[in-house]
């Protein structure tokens, strides 16, 4: 595709239940984050993918989130038993490589709502 | 803690004047600034990038770096209203991911 897909666009669950939230980075694209943007504030890094390196996990903020990226691409992240504060927009984003001057494009963003 | 400060605004300017745009941020080894465009219910845009002291022009936008001082700042001249958007500074040290400041909310008038 011509950019970075998300799915679902919006999401409403319950307190308590799962969910999945699927992130397709541009083609050939080797690097990929996860970010939060809780309302009126800024991004929050949650997790960064670089080609077969072990994933930086240093912004997932407890043990009721985790992320994989299958064969170099397609990641999903993964909020277990979700909690009201969870509510949030979920931004994924890929570049060429993690290099420094490497620009992130970032999909449109997954909108989780939890009840 | 790296952090990235930034005056939420909203910052008012009238249609063709320069807008200024203004970051702090903590990590003096910051070797990469970005500042990315967000209009409301969309995803941030990379608007431009600086790493070395100075200036760096792109048509109307200008970023300004100054290390000693640890302070970014992008100027927009002749502002039209559909600048009007939330403008995020982000800085990086080598590969680490970028970390974010919340936000300037820009408002040009017609």
């Known amino acids: 595709g011509a950019g970075v897909s998300q799915s679902p666009s919006n999401k409403v669950t319950e307190k308590g239940k799962d969910v999945e939230l699927r992130c397709d980075p541009i083609s050939g694209h080797t690097a990929l984050y996860w970010y939060r943007q809780s309302l009126g504030q800024g991004l929050e890094f949650l997790i960064y993918?670089?080609?077969?390196?072990?994933?930086?996990k240093s912004g997932l903020p407890s043990d009721r989130f985790s992320a994989e990226r299958t064969g170099g691409s397609v990641s999903t992240l993964t909020i277990q038993r979700t909690q009201q504060e969870d509510s949030a927009v979920y931004l994924c984003a890929s570049s060429l490589e993690g290099g420094t001057l490497r620009e992130q494009f970032f999909g449109p963003g997954t909108r989780l709502t939890v009840l | 803690q790296k952090e990235v400060e930034q005056n939420s605004g909203p910052l008012s300017v009238p249609e063709g004047a320069i807008a200024s745009l203004n970051c702090t941020y903590s990590d003096r080894g910051s070797q990469s600034f970005f500042w990315y465009r967000q209009y409301s219910g969309k995803s941030p845009e990379l608007i431009m990038f600086?790493?070395?002291?100075g200036d760096k022009e792109d048509g109307r936008f200008t970023a300004q770096l100054n290390k000693a001082s640890q302070y970014v700042s992008l100027l927009i001249r002749d502002s039209q209203p559909s600048d009007s958007a939330t403008y995020l500074c982000a800085v990086r040290s080598g590969n680490t991911p970028l970390v974010f400041g919340k936000g300037t909310r820009l408002s040009v008038i017609a």
């Open positions: 600086i790493y070395s002291n």
């Open positions: 993918f670089q080609g077969n390196s072990a994933p930086d």
